[in-house]
């Protein structure tokens, strides 16, 4: 058993310092060993050998980041149902009920986020309802 701090830690040191030379022999062996052919293919930005089209710095939907925001809310509630399940006979009634409220919140939240539209992807529909809201406006 170990007695001092620098006792605990060392081979925690030795795994990093090995961790360290194995990535550096594997990039250093590769720059020695690999292959250098040069040509017009290798050179293009993409692996695939197409020439890019259009502008790099093109605006992305607002729509992509309100279902990545909603793709993460709902993983959170995930992990949140993992741990209670794994207690849940121990939380007893209180627990469930809890949880029953957690699960009500993140429902009203989807069905909110369903009545805005976010989940809805096609463009006449999403046409239509810009219209609508110049209409109420």
Not at 5 to 24: D, H, K, N, R, S
Not at 78 to 91: D, G, K, Q, S, T
Request: some cysteine; proline content about 4%; aromatic content about 16%.
């Amino acid at each position: 058993m170990p007695t001092t701090y620098a006792e605990t830690y060392f081979p925690l040191l030795i795994q990093i310092l090995i961790a360290l030379a194995v990535a550096g022999g594997m990039i250093g062996a590769s720059a020695f060993v690999g292959r250098k052919i040069k040509d017009r293919v290798k050179n293009s930005p993409y692996e695939s050998g197409m020439e890019p089209v259009g502008n790099a710095r093109e605006r992305y939907s607002v729509k992509f980041y309100l279902v990545a925001m909603v793709f993460i809310l709902f993983d959170i509630e995930a992990i949140f149902l993992y741990p209670w399940a794994v207690v849940y006979r121990e939380l007893r009634l209180f627990g469930f009920f809890e949880m029953l409220l957690f699960i009500a919140l993140v429902l009203c939240g989807f069905f909110y986020i369903w009545k805005k539209g976010v989940l809805d992807w096609s463009t006449e529909a999403h046409g239509e309802r810009e219209q609508e809201n110049k209409r109420v406006a």
